[in-house]
């Protein structure tokens, strides 16, 4: 009785006890999804949820996630695995201050900082005075301005003999292009007069089913007098006339603007 009691013990445990935790080798089915999953050291879990070994850096393997690298980088761009990247300790930095005069510290969205460059006048990205080389930052436009208060000098001013003189700077102009909005989508003349006659072409086509709908409405409630069957089957044969012509002249103008686009 005790031998038998132990032995389900022993069942319930292995079937209660989570299958994550017991690692796979390579080949074996893996359980958590694409990622290292519960497969064993230098393995990861692939789409087909099996361990496939890690990529060598330079591998002629492709690669589309970083945990299929031994250095968990994946490129991108030419999806081959590369050396893993590390900042060095003067990249990593906690404030501006921590920085060159020429960088600031800039936070990425996993929470990694580094040194980067300052921006340029004209510039845009900032999101403080720091940021920026002359050391102001337009917030509302987040772009890089000249620095606020720098002289420049008066108009006719000469250079008094001997002094040393300074390059001109010239002024940095942006010349903003205005771009009107073309309503019709096109710049095709065949195009819009084709347009244009499916618009009137779709009227009438529209016009004459309400006439013949008409007709038919009289010739139901005309009850055997003649004025509203002669006049009902009026209204049906000249609405069947006018959709038949329609339809030609469809078909007429549609061969014309053909021709007229192949010319």
């Known amino acids: 009785m005790k031998k038998v009691f132990l032995a389900l013990i ?3 445990s292995l079937i209660i006890a989570p299958s994550q935790v017991l690692a796979v080798s390579a080949g074996n089915a893996c359980t958590g999804g694409p990622g290292n999953g519960n497969c064993d050291a230098g393995l990861f879990c692939g789409v087909l949820n099996e361990c496939e070994p890690k990529i060598i850096t330079g591998g002629s393997l ?3 996630e970083n945990f299929e690298c031994q250095s968990n980088n994946c490129n991108p761009e030419s999806n081959e695995c590369e050396a893993a990247t590390t900042p060095t300790p003067t990249d ?3 404030a501006d201050t921590d920085c060159p005069s020429n960088k600031y510290c800039l936070i990425a969205g996993d929470g990694t900082t580094s040194c980067v460059n300052k921006l340029a006048n004209g510039a845009t990205g900032c999101f403080r005075n720091s940021n920026c080389v002359s050391n102001n930052c337009d917030l509302a436009t987040a772009t890089c301005q000249a620095a606020t208060g720098a002289p420049t000098p008066p108009v006719g001013s000469t250079t008094p003999l001997g002094a040393e ?3 001109a ?3 940095e102009t942006e010349t903003e292009t205005t771009r009107l909005v073309n309503p019709l989508g096109t710049d095709s003349l065949q195009v819009i007069i084709g347009r244009v006659i499916r618009f009137f072409i779709g009227i009438a086509g529209t016009t004459a089913l309400a006439v013949l709908v008409y007709g038919g409405i009289i010739l139901l409630i005309s009850g055997g ?3 509203y069957i002669k006049k009902g089957r009026n209204a049906v044969i000249y609405s069947v006339l006018g959709l038949a012509i329609i339809f030609s002249s469809y078909i007429l103008v549609k061969f014309i603007i053909a021709a007229l686009s192949q010319a």
Do not use: G, K, Q, S
Request: one cysteine or more.
């Open 169 to 171: 700077i010239e002024a």
């Open 10 to 12: 022993v069942l319930l």
């Open 92 to 94: 990593v930095c906690t």
């Open 165 to 167: 003189t300074t390059p």
């Open 225 to 227: 007098r003649d004025t």
């Open 62 to 64: 492709n690669c589309f």
